[in-house]
C-alpha cells in the first residue's frame, strides 16, 4: 500500500491551498482517510478525517477553514485549506486506516509554509 501526496507549498498568509493524497496497492476502499500535520518541535495532530461513509471529523483549529473530501473508489483523499495562517505551517500527512482496528498507512508528507 502506498500513498502519494501533493499540492503543499509555501504561500502568504489568506491564501489557499489543496492537498491531495491517493492510495494504491489496495482493492477495497480504505476505512478512514485523513490529514495529519507535524509542526517542528510538537507532536503529529489531526486535521480532518473522513470514513468512506462521509462522516468528517475536525480539529478545532481548522473548522471552517479546512475541508476534508473523498473520491471513494479512487482511494483519494483531498484536502482544501482556505484562510491559511502562519500557525498552519507544518508537514502534513496522509493516513489511511484499511479497516478499523488495524494499524494506519501513512505518505510521506508534504510542506506547507504560510508567511509574509
Known amino acids: 500500500v502506498q500513498l502519494a501526496e501533493s499540492g503543499g507549498g509555501s504561500v502568504q498568509p489568506g491564501e489557499s491551498l489543496r492537498l491531495t493524497c491517493v492510495g494504491s496497492?489496495?482493492?477495497?476502499?480504505?476505512?478512514?482517510m485523513g490529514w495529519y500535520r507535524q509542526a517542528p518541535g510538537k507532536q503529529r495532530e489531526l486535521v480532518a478525517s473522513m470514513t468512506k461513509s462521509g462522516i468528517s471529523n475536525y480539529a478545532d483549529f481548522v473548522k471552517g477553514r479546512f475541508t476534508i473530501s473523498r473520491d471513494g473508489p479512487k482511494n483519494t483523499v483531498y484536502l482544501q485549506m482556505n484562510s491559511l495562517q502562519p500557525d498552519d505551517t507544518a508537514v502534513y500527512y496522509c493516513?489511511?486506516?484499511?479497516?478499523?482496528?488495524?494499524?494506519?498507512?501513512w505518505g510521506q508528507g508534504t510542506q506547507v509554509t504560510v508567511s509574509s
Open positions: 496497492g489496495i482493492v477495497f476502499d480504505f476505512d478512514t
Open positions: 493516513s489511511a486506516l484499511p479497516v478499523p482496528g488495524w494499524s494506519p498507512y
